[in-house]
């Protein structure tokens, strides 16, 4: 297996712009998870799914986050309008039955100018 | 609430010395504790897991860690620290039941100087 697959791994955009974040888990696993890790506040979870679903949203930090699992081997985090304290590293992981062992992918690194 | 504390923001050490990495938790239940490995411009890499049993626990790249319930701690160690082992290091807990996502210690940041 490939491992978890993220895209892009870098991306640059102005503040307003809308962006899209990808990630392929690993075939199998049910859960899927999106971190954002900043500097100053470390590795925060944004949202995990089982088996497609949404489980729990909470640390997504405004509704201008959103994100969709349309098939058990896609997710996509969304942010719009995007603005500069987004910028940030975006990670997506996946485990297989339980929220447990996580496999992470390598990342998506965002900066909002 | 859970929570893991890891007191090292940054630790330099030199190659060839021993090295430990210190991680304190706060966990309701019998908690499962991990660490993993973040090297520069990669994601997070698991290096080992305690979940029962033998409370020394040996992981990849020869680093191992032990659980100390009475202390709440999951110490991670390595005799002999390469000039690769350099990265970021986190510790997490979660819960036995994997129904609720790990909770991630800040890290602490390994230097290794020749």
């Known amino acids: 297996d490939a491992g978890v697959i993220q895209s892009p791994r870098h991306e640059v955009t102005e503040m307003g712009q809308e962006v899209t974040l990808r990630c392929k888990p690993i075939s199998g696993h049910d859960y899927l998870f999106w971190y954002r890790q900043t500097m100053m506040r470390g590795l925060e979870l944004l949202i995990y799914f089982n088996n497609n679903v949404p489980i729990d949203d909470s640390g997504m930090p405004e509704d201008r986050f959103s994100a969709k699992m349309p098939n058990a081997s896609f997710s996509t985090l969304k942010i719009q309008p995007s603005e500069p304290r987004d910028s940030a590293v975006y990670f997506c992981?996946?485990?297989?039955?339980?929220?447990?062992?996580?496999?992470f992918g390598a990342g998506s690194r965002l900066t909002v100018l | 609430a859970q929570s893991v504390t890891q007191p090292d923001i940054h630790i330099t050490v030199s190659e060839g010395a021993s090295l430990e990495l210190r991680c304190n938790y706060s966990y309701g239940a019998t908690p499962y504790l991990f660490w993993y490995v973040q090297s520069p411009g990669q994601g997070l890499q698991l290096l080992l897991k305690y979940f029962s049993g033998d409370t020394l626990v040996q992981g990849i790249k020869g680093f191992e860690a032990e659980f100390k319930r009475s202390q709440s701690s999951f110490n991670l160690r390595k005799p002999s620290v390469h000039w690769s082992d350099a990265a970021e290091y986190f510790c997490?807990?979660?819960?036995?039941?994997?129904?609720?996502?790990?909770?991630f210690g800040k890290g602490t940041r390994l230097s290794v100087i020749a």
């Open positions: 992981a996946s485990s297989l039955g339980g929220a447990n062992v996580l496999t």
């Open positions: 997490a807990v979660g819960a036995s039941s994997g129904n609720t996502p790990l909770v």
